[in-house]
C-alpha cells in the first residue's frame, strides 16, 4: 500500500477537456509521470503514478479503469494486475503497489497535489 501523501502544492496541470472520458491520460510532475484518471462514471478525479511496478514500464494511464466492488482501480494494459485508485495496493493480492495523488478540480483545471509522502 502507498504512503499519503501530504499536499505541499496544488500543480495544476490541464484542462479538464484535455482528459479522455473514462480514461486515463499521462502528465509530467516535475520528473515524474503521472497518471490522471477522469472517472466520469463516477465523477471523480484519480492519478497515480504511471509506471507499472511489475515490469516497471510507463503504461498505466493506458489501462483500464473500473471498479472491483467499489473500489475504483485501473488495470494495467499489459499484464493486467490491477491496482486500487484509492490506497493503491494491489488487488490481485500481490506484493506490487502504486503511488497514488490526490487530485482536485477548480474552474476548468486539474490540479495534482505534490509534496512529501506521511504517515
Ligand atoms: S507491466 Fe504492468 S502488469 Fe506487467
Redesign the pocket.
Known sequence: MSEAIAVEQWVRVARVEDFPSNAGACVKLGDEQIAVFNFASHRDWYACQNM?P??R?M?LSRGLIGDQEGTPKVA?P????TFSLIDGSNLGGEEYSINIYPVKVEQGFVYIGAGSASN
Open positions: 507499472c511489475h515490469k514500464d503504461v494495467c499489459q499484464h493486467k494486475k
